[in-house]
């Protein structure tokens, strides 16, 4: 199955974007900016670890055999 640049690069780039934001407001002021610097840096952190359980998850269900998750 053949996939374009966008379905391969969409979630990195978004998170990347993400993650700048976070640094930029950082940089630009505090209260409010502080806040948001950090929700844009805690975000992909926040999706690593879901991303990380839901494979652990998955790798435990396929390792006893039951692949249906149910």
Avoid at 59 to 65: I, P, Y
Wanted: avoid cysteine.
């Amino acid at each position: 199955m053949r996939r374009g640049l966008w379905m391969i690069f969409r979630w990195p780039v978004v998170l990347a974007v993400v993650s700048l934001f976070g640094l930029l407001s950082a940089l630009i002021g505090d209260g409010v900016f502080d806040v948001l610097s950090w929700l844009g840096l805690g975000v992909p952190l926040g999706l690593l670890g879901v991303v990380w359980l839901r494979l652990r998850r998955a790798n435990r269900l396929h390792s006893t055999g039951n692949i249906e998750g149910k």
